[in-house]
């Protein structure tokens, strides 16, 4: 069956369905990571997105459950150059994922970058370019959208028993691989709703504000929790978390053009002037600032990648240092600070 992507710029990239018959709608991205795509399809982030891997080849060692981020696809699309083995393919079509292979990602990722990432239809069945086009601008922009809700959890869960320190971890899209990065660093793992407020979380001994989708700004009464936190508890942010605790200090965040997506993503830590190459998804950034707070910095952008505020107990990183997938320069971030924790609680 052929397919085609349709802009809302009117432009349009034809090629083959290799998923499931039907349409879908959402945030055309790109991500520049070379493998990983199971991860990508299944991270919470991609909530609401067509993934386009500019990686030539996707598929090329098959499927597995450990390599899930959560318990279901969260991209409502997957575009790719060529996609390869039956094990992939099949795994997204039983999934209910639309998917075209055959597409000219390269020309798809020049055109993003230049006009910026931009509501699409992707067809897998009849319909009309025009109708895609049309359909594709009926759909809501990414700016304004809080999708956090949609992709928590409704209850507070266990993950990790045990452990030397009792972290609490604020769901708001949360991948997988932070909870295994903070249960094998000798954590107890505990997983919290997007709307806890302080009361719920303060019973632990620290806080992890996780990734998730979305513009950040409409996520106001977490937000709120969020700056409640601060001072009383020990505070680390990722991704969405970061963006939250960075409005929560009044810093403000943006819209980037086309994103941060992809796992060759330059950093610069600013007090050993070391670059790390990190792991990335994220539509939304902190905007540029002199504040001494801003302890990394994209050096594609100048966007700030990381914070630290003694005196509110709280730290955070744009990017993921889990590395689910990824390079692994910041795998150091959780294990140092869950180890800080523990000897805090300790002395405590």
Same mark, same amino acid.
């Not at 060529?82 to 000219?104: M, N, Q, Y």
């Given at each position: 069956?052929?397919g085609f992507l349709a802009l809302e710029d009117g432009t349009v990239f034809r090629g083959d369905s290799v998923?499931?018959?039907?349409?879908?709608?959402?945030?055309?991205?790109?991500? #520049?990571?070379?493998?990983?795509?199971?991860?990508?399809? #299944?991270? /919470?982030?991609?909530?609401?997105?067509?993934?386009?891997?500019?990686?030539?080849?996707?598929?090329?060692?098959?499927?597995?459950?450990?390599?899930?981020?959560?318990?279901?696809?969260?991209?409502?699309?997957?575009?790719?150059?060529?996609?390869?083995?039956?094990?992939?393919?099949?795994?997204?079509?039983?999934?209910?994922?639309?998917?075209?292979?055959?597409?000219?990602?390269?020309?798809?990722?020049?055109?993003?970058?230049?006009?910026?990432?931009?509501?699409a239809a992707v067809v897998a069945g009849a319909a009309s370019a025009d109708e895609a086009v049309g359909a594709?601008?009926?759909?809501?922009?990414?700016?304004?959208?809080?999708?956090?809700?949609?992709?928590?959890?409704?209850?507070?869960?266990?993950?990790?028993?045990?452990?030397?320190?009792?972290?609490?971890?604020?769901?708001?899209?949360?991948?997988?691989?932070?909870?295994?990065?903070?249960?094998?660093? @000798?954590?107890?793992?505990?997983?919290?709703? *997007?709307?806890?407020?302080?009361?719920?979380?303060?019973? !632990?001994?620290?806080?992890?504000?996780?990734?998730? /989708?979305?513009?950040?700004? /409409?996520?106001?009464?977490?937000?709120?929790?969020?700056?409640?936190?601060? @001072?009383?508890?020990?505070?680390?942010?990722?991704?969405?978390? *970061?963006?939250?605790?960075?409005?929560?200090?009044?810093?403000?965040? %943006?819209?980037?053009?086309?994103?941060?997506?992809? #796992?060759?993503?330059?950093?610069?830590?600013?007090?050993?002037?070391?670059?790390?190459?990190?792991?990335?998804? *994220?539509? %939304?950034?902190?905007?540029?600032?002199?504040?001494?707070?801003? #302890?990394?910095?994209?050096?594609?952008?100048?966007?700030?990648?990381?914070?630290?505020?003694?005196?509110?107990?709280?730290?955070?990183?744009?990017? !993921?240092?889990?590395?689910?997938?990824g390079p692994h320069d910041g795998w150091p971030i959780i294990e140092n600070w869950v180890k800080e924790v523990?000897?805090?609680?300790?002395?405590?």
């Amino acid at each position: 069956m052929t397919g085609f992507l349709a802009l809302e710029d009117g432009t349009v990239f034809r090629g083959d369905s290799v998923g499931a018959p039907g349409f879908a709608f959402g945030e055309a991205v790109f991500t #520049t990571a070379m493998t990983g795509y199971q991860e990508v399809v #299944t991270d /919470p982030s991609y909530s609401e997105q067509v993934v386009c891997f500019t990686a030539p080849m996707v598929g090329n060692y098959g499927v597995a459950a450990a390599r899930n981020e959560s318990g279901r696809v969260h991209a409502r699309a997957v575009v790719m150059r060529e996609a390869r083995g039956p094990a992939w393919t099949d795994w997204l079509h039983r999934r209910g994922v639309v998917a075209l292979s055959g597409i000219d990602t390269r020309s798809l990722v020049v055109h993003l970058r230049g006009k910026g990432a931009m509501r699409a239809a992707v067809v897998a069945g009849a319909a009309s370019a025009d109708e895609a086009v049309g359909a594709a601008n009926a759909q809501p922009p990414m700016a304004g959208r809080a999708l956090a809700a949609a992709v928590s959890i409704d209850e507070p869960y266990v993950f990790a028993r045990g452990g030397r320190t009792s972290i609490a971890v604020v769901d708001y899209g949360c991948k997988r691989s932070i909870l295994r990065r903070l249960a094998a660093a @000798g954590a107890g793992v505990t997983v919290y709703p *997007h709307h806890s407020g302080p009361e719920e979380l303060l019973g !632990h001994d620290a806080v992890l504000l996780s990734n998730g /989708p979305g513009d950040p700004e /409409p996520l106001r009464d977490e937000v709120v929790a969020v700056r409640e936190l601060l @001072g009383r508890v020990p505070v680390l942010g990722i991704c969405l978390g *970061h963006q939250l605790l960075a409005l929560a200090l009044g810093l403000e965040t %943006f819209k980037l053009p086309f994103g941060h997506r992809g #796992t060759n993503h330059p950093v610069l830590e600013r007090r050993s002037g070391r670059v790390l190459v990190t792991s990335q998804n *994220h539509g %939304f950034a902190v905007a540029p600032t002199e504040a001494r707070e801003a #302890t990394h910095l994209s050096l594609y952008d100048e966007t700030v990648e990381g914070l630290d505020v003694p005196e509110a107990r709280a730290r955070s990183v744009q990017f !993921h240092p889990e590395a689910g997938p990824g390079p692994h320069d910041g795998w150091p971030i959780i294990e140092n600070w869950v180890k800080e924790v523990a000897s805090l609680a300790k002395e405590a």
